[in-house]
């Protein structure tokens, strides 16, 4: 495929526009199961339907970020297959106390059932929602809360580049803060929080503005990040050269997780959970350049194109393996 062949009609089905058949699994570089270190995997019955692609596409361990009410029964029906991430309850989310103290008995009680390591969403579209950003005395109180827990931390803060603008979906208008200045609370977050593991989910969202994460890797030593969210990623690694961003992976290979991003409802099937772990297969291990199989409301005319970045053996095995394995132990 090459950039110039005429796009095929609008396909069906958001997850399959090439018509590939996802059942045929594609050739693996390494050996050996990989850990997906982000994933919305909840209730019982639609995580084992979703295992099923899990098993096919060789994940092993999963992160997930379920509710409290569901870990029992999951660590019931798939033990030592997952490693819960502590969060709230998303539904009630506020600057209210009573959602403060919600979330802490929450913490306490993840913490009781394993949890080592939790989450806070601050997008801007969330921190608009709650009326609290990082900063805030509320989130703070969070934070030490989990920090004297022992927890270690995650943060979504940025969100797709191009969202962030005066005409775009983040106007400073409304409130929003630009997108340089969303990653301020995360810098202070580091400094204060020091002595525990941070993952920045999706990039540490900061895919198209690598030279700004490669600061602030070099500058916190204890900062990781995650690979998930696929579509984003596609779209951020393909608008630049693939020799600087595979040449950033390489640099940075202890601090990058593997991560889908998957979120498992019962709206979606087999295909759409594969098409996810299809496309990062192309994206981490091979050269691949063409269109990606998943349609992208972001890239021109819905098309992501996809470039592969060919990852060598020893650094898949770090990205796919061994940092997810030595996060908890900093
Ligand atoms: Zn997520």
Not at 143 to 171: I, R
Not at 254 to 273: A, C, E, M, T, W
Request: aromatic share 12%.
């Amino acid at each position: 495929m090459n950039e110039t062949a005429t796009p095929p009609p609008p396909a069906a089905v958001p997850y399959n526009r090439l018509g590939l058949d996802y059942h045929n699994i594609p050739p693996r570089k390494i050996a050996g199961l990989i850990i997906d270190a982000h994933t919305h995997a909840h209730n019982v019955d639609l995580t084992r339907a979703f295992l099923q692609i899990a098993d096919d596409y060789s994940i092993g361990r999963i992160w997930t970020m379920a509710p409290l009410e569901d870990v029992d029964a999951m660590q019931a029906a798939f033990p030592g297959r997952f490693e819960f991430i502590a969060i709230p309850k998303w539904q009630e989310l506020s600057s209210q106390e009573s959602f403060i103290d919600d979330w802490l008995r929450r913490l306490d009680g993840f913490r009781a059932k394993g949890s080592r390591l939790m989450k806070f969403h601050a997008a801007p579209g969330t921190q608009k929602r709650m009326g609290m950003d990082l900063d805030h005395p509320q989130l703070q109180r969070v934070m030490k809360h989990a920090w004297n827990l022992g927890f270690h931390f995650m943060t979504h803060v940025g969100d797709p580049q191009d969202w962030f603008g005066p005409e775009k979906k983040y106007k400073p208008s409304d409130g929003h803060k630009s997108f340089a200045e969303q990653f301020g609370m995360l810098d202070r977050m580091l400094e204060q929080y020091p002595g525990r593991t941070h993952l920045g989910a999706h990039m540490g969202g900061s895919v198209e503005a690598l030279d700004a994460l490669q600061q602030r890797l070099d500058r916190f030593p204890h900062y990781r990040v995650d690979s998930s969210a696929t579509k984003w990623i596609v779209r951020g690694i393909a608008q630049q050269p693939v020799s600087r961003v595979r040449a950033f992976f390489i640099r940075y290979q202890q601090r990058i997780l593997f991560g889908s991003d998957l979120v498992i409802g019962d709206k979606y099937n087999y295909d759409h959970y594969a098409s996810r772990y299809w496309v990062h297969r192309q994206l981490w291990e091979t050269n691949y350049d063409g269109q990606s199989p998943i349609e992208d409301p972001d890239a021109p005319g819905g098309i992501g194109r996809l470039k592969g970045l060919d990852l060598p053996p020893l650094v898949l095995e770090r990205i796919y393996r061994t940092n997810a394995e030595e996060f908890f132990k900093l």
